[in-house]
């Protein structure tokens, strides 16, 4: 009978096409080389030899296309059914036992074995939880081993067909409906072919949760170093042999979160207390816990949770957690008693002055319940000091914390690292403060803080409590220095030659233990080219009484001048033998210094005396210079020759008792608008000095008279070009006998050309250009001429055909 077919569609007979069309008869292909025939409900009229075949295509027959195959429909012979119907409804609570059964026989008259599976149904999943195979053997279900092991969940038969499933103590995992899935298998030919299955529902097991509550003390005060309790009370419905796990917790959040949290102490199911040394747990009575923390402090205030577990006992000496809860937290503050003191703030040193020291001191008094346990610190703290109303916050000098470091703040950090501030603790209740050098910036109002601290457990320290002192103001009237000085000359009048003496009183108010310094100044005269600078410093004389010279540079006069403290405040200058060069203003500068420390001192003020004048009313000679060269012009390479004619007008002065300092000077520019460079200098003993220069020429100076110097420059240059002019500087012979200074005089500039010589500068420079010209056009023309002759030639042949012709044969 034709049953099925995939390549032909009205291939099946009239029987089948029902069946095939509600789907009980499926045939399906799991490969290319592979189909399967389906067949849903059998039925006995389906007991028979299924026959497949395929028409081969091949041009030859390979092997067998057809293969058949019995099938044998039995008579269904197996019962399944529960024990009881309707199935029960089970109520346990969490740790109780529970059985269930279920009945499977068969009436086959042929050989066969029955396999039984017991399924747990929660939701959509169906676990499986104990089975017995059809060759007797037992398979725990997945996640059933090790109960299946320890003999909590057992599965075996009471009497010749029923099957029992037994929990020895149930958990809330095994709450859902329980069903039985039995199956029954025949061996043929040394293998076993399962023949039906059919599943029965059993029970529903419903767990009813472990009522567990916890209660603790809501809030509780303790008292610093006293020892806290706190019990936690159980209430549950078990009364069988259950044992409880406590443990407590510590946090700083009100939350039941054990997040941030810390464990205290536990006491597991075994009755063993894990705790540190500060901290026990006991077992009061049957359902209360206590938490004893000894000696608390400040840190051990916040919220305690107690957290318990209970657990029952199962088979192998296992254990199982029934339930579980968490309390409200409990809140703990713990008090203290804060020591009782006073701080009071004096300065024991009071500046009166810029620089003068400054020391406070920071007293502890009436100090009360102060324990061994309690260190005090304190930090100082600067205001400054406001005329108005404006709000000024204070400024921190230094901090001193439990461990008795000091820290500095910004103000003070660089001054005390320099030693100008310095913080000290002398005794336990004293700490001072002292400025080694108080400046304006300092005044204003200064108070310290005294901080009380407590040690910790863990040998930390935590302030308790801090006691302000009242502020102390540290101020003086600050008024200007004041400082004056005069000067006086003995004697008014005095000629060239003799000693110039000027004392200098100086007197000075508001300046604190004032030493002066004394500086001699001299103003020359308007016109006096001599000092090209209007204020000439002479000698000073420092606050250490070290004299020194300034800017007087004559050599033969080193020791003409002399500073000299007459008294504290009184000082004399002397110049000896003095010159008409000298004549000018001279004055007294005095600075008043103040010491601040050891040998630093600070200027304080300055001040000018007034002027005493040096004024020579002599009838002398007058001095003129002037330059004169009868070659203005010169060709390079010429003598140069400039003559410096000095004149005198007025008094005729014998010779012997003339002298002159003379110096060559040249701008080398065709204005004066560089600056001069020394040419050569003849000094009134006829020591001749001449100048560094970075060309060849050389110059000479020489006296060829009493009043004339003449200046040659050999070999002259195109550098030798410019402005020359002398400075002349004339020494006279007193009546005494000493010589006098004049002022220096110049001469009017005159300028000098250097011109070249054209034809020698041209003259070998064109003879070789027209002789290396002439080489190069003939060395040109014989090489043009070769390689026109050699190396272009090209010969052209011509027949006569085409001498003849207009026009080649090829051409045409």
């Known amino acids: 009978v034709e049953l099925a077919s995939t390549w032909e569609v009205g291939f099946p007979a009239q029987l089948y096409r029902e069946r095939l069309q509600r789907g009980d008869i499926l045939l399906r292909r799991t490969a290319n080389d592979a189909v399967e025939l389906h067949i849903k409900n059998v039925q006995p009229s389906d007991q028979g030899h299924y026959k497949c075949s395929t028409p081969s295509t091949d041009a030859t027959v390979q092997g067998n296309y057809e293969d058949t195959v019995q099938v044998k429909v039995l008579a269904d012979a197996l019962v399944v059914g529960p024990s009881s119907r309707p199935p029960p409804g089970l109520s346990l609570r969490e740790g109780e036992p529970f059985e269930l059964r279920c009945i499977a026989s068969t009436t086959s008259p042929l050989h066969t074995h029955l396999a039984l599976r017991w399924e747990l149904h929660r939701g959509p999943v169906h676990r499986s ?6 060759e007797g ?17 057992r599965l075996d038969t009471v009497g010749s067909d029923a099957y029992r499933l037994s929990v020895a103590r149930a958990l809330s995992a095994d709450q859902g409906s329980y069903r039985c899935v039995v199956s029954e298998w025949i061996t043929e030919q040394g293998s076993w072919q399962e023949i039906q299955e ?20 809501r809030t509780v005060s ?35 979160s054990l997040l941030a949290s810390h464990m205290l102490a536990r006491l597991d199911r075994d009755s063993l207390v894990h705790s540190s040394p500060h901290v026990a747990l006991s077992h009061v009575d049957t359902r209360s816990y206590h938490l004893l923390v000894r000696d608390v402090s400040k840190e051990n205030s916040g919220y305690y949770l107690c957290l318990v577990a209970l657990w029952a006992p199962g088979h192998n000496r296992s254990w199982h957690k029934v339930a579980e809860a968490m309390s409200a937290p409990s809140g703990v503050s713990v008090t203290w008693l804060e020591p009782e003191y006073q701080v009071y703030l004096n300065a024991s040193k009071v500046p009166g002055f810029s620089d003068d020291p400054t020391e406070l001191q920071c007293r502890v008094i009436d100090t009360k319940r102060l324990e061994a346990g309690v260190r005090l610190t304190v930090s100082w703290y600067y205001r400054m000091t406001r005329r108005n109303d404006d709000v000024v916050a204070s400024e921190l000098l230094a901090v001193m914390d439990g461990d008795w470091t000091l820290r500095y703040g910004e103000r003070s950090k660089q001054r005390a690292q320099d030693g100008e501030f310095i913080f000290s603790k002398e005794h336990t209740d004293t700490f001072n403060f002292r400025i080694q050098r108080t400046t304006e910036e300092d005044r204003g109002n200064y108070y310290c803080v005294v901080s009380a601290w407590t040690r910790q457990r863990n040998n930390s320290w935590v302030k308790s409590k801090d006691v302000f002192s009242k502020p102390v103001n540290i101020f003086w009237a600050s008024e200007d220095s004041v400082l004056v000085v005069k000067a006086r000359q003995p004697k008014p009048f005095f000629a060239a030659g003799n000693t110039f003496e000027m004392t200098c009183k100086v007197s000075s108010k508001n300046i604190k233990s004032p030493r002066y310094s004394v500086l001699i100044t001299a103003e020359k005269p308007v016109g006096d080219l001599s000092s090209p600078n209007e204020t000439k410093y002479i000698i000073s004389l420092d606050q250490d009484s070290v004299v020194k010279l300034e800017n007087w540079t004559d050599a033969s006069r080193v020791d003409g001048v002399v500073l000299e403290k007459v008294q504290e405040d009184e000082f004399r200058y002397r110049m000896y033998q003095t010159q008409v060069s000298d004549a000018g203003l001279y004055r007294c500068m005095v600075t008043a210094w103040s010491p601040i420390g050891g040998s630093l001192w600070r200027e304080a003020a300055t001040s000018l005396s007034n002027p005493i004048e040096i004024d020579f009313q002599t009838s002398g000679p007058t001095f003129n210079a002037s330059v004169h060269s009868d070659t203005p012009s010169v060709t390079r390479g010429d003598l140069i020759k400039l003559f410096c004619i000095v004149t005198v007008e007025g008094a005729v002065l014998d010779p012997d008792d003339m002298a002159f300092d003379v110096s060559w000077f040249a701008v080398h520019s065709f204005g004066l608008d560089k600056a001069p460079v020394l040419l050569s200098s003849l000094d009134r003993k006829g020591v001749v000095t001449t100048g560094q220069r970075d060309w060849k020429s050389t110059v000479s100076l020489e006296r060829v008279s009493v009043l004339e110097f003449l200046l040659q420059v050999h070999g002259s240059e195109d550098q030798d070009f410019g402005n020359y002019y002398c400075s002349v500087t004339p020494w006279v012979r007193s009546p005494t006998g000493s010589w006098q200074r004049e002022a220096e005089i110049h001469s009017r500039p005159i300028f000098i050309t250097v011109k070249m010589d054209v034809l020698n500068a041209f003259k070998y420079p064109l003879l070789i250009g027209v002789g290396l010209s002439t080489v190069i056009g003939l060395l040109s023309c014989l090489i043009g001429y070769c390689s026109s002759h050699w190396c272009c030639k090209k010969e052209v042949r011509e027949t006569r055909r085409e001498r003849r012709r207009l026009m080649s044969m090829e051409m045409d």
């Open 198 to 217: 059919k599943a029965v529902e059993v029970a529903t097991v419903v767990i009813q949760p472990t009522a567990l509550q916890l209660a603790v003390p």
């Open 137 to 153: 053997r037992f398979h725990p279900g997945p996640g059933y081993e090790q109960r299946y092991h320890s003999g909590d969940v």
């Open 222 to 256: 303790v008292t610093e170093g006293k020892d806290l309790d706190l019990s936690c009370n159980i209430t549950t419905d078990r009364v069988d042999d259950v044992r409880p796990e406590v443990t407590w917790y510590f946090k700083k959040t009100p939350d039941t």
């Open 129 to 134: 939880i104990l089975a017995l195979s059809h």
